[in-house]
């Protein structure tokens, strides 16, 4: 992975959040605040305004900027737990490198550890999770088979879309939508649903 790919990746995820705006901002309104899109929209162009900044640093530092930056620009929930992932990704890189897909699969599963412990959720609690959980296994598991990128690439988004859509029946049990009870069966998680338009949009550079 070279740091022009983060900066790809990093216009792609802009355009999918800005395409999505009705979508996301009407999911969080539904069994949330509606700041959603906001959130991601200002983390997103935070990102790509450092474009200039990025370019001379390596991958790992890249991640670990973002993630510095984005503690301090998403609000929300989602942003501390958005950029423990850019900063356990980029601590994971640095420990391990980056020149294969099992040593960017194990930096991804690092990254979501870190949501994990962060925001103290696991699967099935009706988060952003429940795309990003499945996604690391399976991830892992294909570079692992000796997979190649674009292989793994096509499978990852089938298993974010997926689990995008399996929060729909879920209750929520963290986060805002945790106080509606039943009442957010029938909704999709918007964190979910951004994490399934960012990776869809990586996925789709490899
Ligand atoms: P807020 O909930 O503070 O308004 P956002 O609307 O930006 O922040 O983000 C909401 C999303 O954050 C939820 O849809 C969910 O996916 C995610 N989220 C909330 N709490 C947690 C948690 N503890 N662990 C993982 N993800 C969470
Ligand atoms: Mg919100």
Do not use: W
Not at 52 to 80: D, M, N, V
Not at 104 to 125: D, S, T, Y
Not at 153 to 168: D, H, I, P, Q
């Amino acid at each position: 992975m070279k740091t022009d790919f983060i900066l790809d990746a990093a216009q792609a995820i802009q355009r999918t959040i800005l395409a999505n705006e009705h979508t996301l901002e009407s999911l969080d309104r539904e069994i949330g605040d509606g700041d959603h899109y906001i959130n991601m929209k200002r983390g997103a162009s935070t990102v790509v305004d450092m474009q200039t900044e990025l370019a001379t640093l390596s991958p790992e530092a890249a991640l670990h900027k973002i993630g510095l930056k984005l503690l301090s620009t998403i609000g929300g929930a989602s942003g501390p737990l958005l950029a423990s992932f850019f900063m356990s990704m980029s601590k994971s890189l640095k420990e391990h490198g980056y020149d294969s897909p099992t040593k960017i699969a194990a930096a991804f599963a690092a990254g979501v550890q870190a949501i994990i412990q962060r925001g103290r959720a696991n699967l099935g609690e009706k988060t952003m999770l429940d795309v990003l959980i499945p996604v690391a296994a399976q991830f892992e598991s294909l570079a692992a088979l000796g997979h190649d990128a674009k292989f793994i690439a096509n499978a990852l988004t089938k298993t974010a879309e997926a689990g995008m859509r399996s929060t729909k029946d879920l209750i929520a049990t963290k986060g805002r939508a945790a106080g509606l009870g039943e009442r957010a069966i029938g909704h999709i998680d918007p964190g979910a649903k951004s994490c399934q338009l960012m990776i869809e949009a990586v996925c789709q550079l490899v």
